[in-house]
């Protein structure tokens, strides 16, 4: 067995394009996800149960169902009921963005919930409103508490960013997939796609380990 | 525009779903069994003075845990069989990865619960005269299991949801099923949601024993190791 990477880099531009796909994907769902669950996060928080009882069934649904199965019935089941077709990117992006607001919900929950009683109270003696104290005083202390865990689902987001190659979006996977089938290399196409992901994402990993680690020691 | 929901097809297919679910919790279990063998010797090997047994350990455990299963899968299937000139199956390539996959978490979680116990316990082992392996074996293992059983439990709920991914490579799991009931039947949306719901009631059934597993666990003074 004689490895040729040279059929990979011949392909370098279909890599790259794949790259762009996986980064934009990654980016969407970063930022539609991490802000979707701050918002289901709070309703989490609350005590109103209309803001209680539907942020929990999302969390628990969207926790407890696989992320693939979700990517398929936006792609497939949902088009039925609406008027318009769904974009493979969109039915990914919605997929990956919901499951990862029901997890990082948990994180902001959890991270809010760690503050001290006293910082709610100190914050409401100066006559600070609810949102203002959530705002200004618990939040930017709970984020840094919370920065490992969100480090760690931004990790989880760009591996799920792959799950779109299923539904045909070009992502690297998919263009791993296509240059194997064109240049019947298979061992160097899907080796070259797991060692892009792996320079990627192992700088990433190792700023989450530095991070557990200091908060481990300024806690 | 009102749709008519229709669910007599997926009804008449329910034989394929329980066989595709079937497989599933098989993937699962056989991935879990195994995973937890390979976690514990990577866990061992990692926390070894020997450079030859910790630098390996280490390297397959990051590369397994920084790398999107999705591509694992596809490089076990496609590319491993020309390599080392076997025959593959979806289902071989499955536990392949996902046993080593998981194994490279459950590793982190066995360090972790093992680093946990405290030195005296492993003074008062080898000061009544056992060895190093004995006092993992009786001393420190039992009790750094029990701490890390809610990790592991953890854990087992994502392989199960990870397993979904054989679907891509043709084998006939929960998902696959799905998919080949929807295109036979032309009702994907009936099909797609009683899947969802299937998994979500097993995964959701897991998830409350394993949480109630947990408070019990506090309560009788072991936290959560993770």
Known sequence: ?219 | MTYQWDFTPVVANAPLLAEGLANTLKITGVSLGCGLVLGLAFALMRLSHRRWLSLPAGFVIEVFRTTPPLVQLFWMFFALPLIVGIEMTPFLAAVVTFSIQSGAFFAEVFRAGIQSIERGQWDGARAIGMTHAQAMRRIVLPQAIKRMIPAFLERSIELMKTTTLVATIAYADLLFQANEIAQKTFRPLETFTVVALIYFVVIFAVSILARQLERRLAVSGESTVH
């Open chain 1, 1 to 219: 067995m004689k490895w040729d990477f040279a059929s990979v880099f011949d392909n370098t531009d279909a890599l790259l394009a794949g790259a762009a796909g996986t980064l934009r994907i990654f980016a969407i769902c970063l930022v539609c996800g991490l802000s979707l669950g701050l918002v289901i996060g709070l309703g989490r928080y609350a005590h109103n149960k209309w803001l209680y009882w539907p942020a929990t069934a999302f969390v628990e649904f969207f926790r407890n169902t696989p992320v693939l199965v979700q990517i398929l019935w936006f792609y497939f089941a949902l088009p039925i009921l609406l008027p318009f077709t769904i974009s493979p990117l969109a039915a990914a992006a919605l997929g990956i963005s919901l499951n990862s607001a029901a997890f990082s919900a948990e994180i902001y929950r959890g991270g809010i919930q760690s503050i001290d009683r006293g910082q709610w109270d100190g914050a409401r003696a100066i006559g600070m409103g609810w949102g203002q104290a959530m705002r200004r005083i618990v939040l930017p202390q709970a984020i840094r508490r919370m920065l490992p865990a969100l480090t760690n689902r931004a990790i989880e987001i760009f591996k799920m960013s792959t799950l779109a190659s299923a539904v045909a979006y070009v992502e690297l996977l998919q263009q791993g997939k296509l240059i194997a089938s064109l240049n019947f290399n298979p061992i160097e196409a899907y080796t070259a796609v797991a060692v892009i992901f792996f320079v990627f994402l192992w700088p990433l990993v190792q700023f989450t380990y530095m991070l557990e680690r200091r908060l481990g020691r300024g806690e």
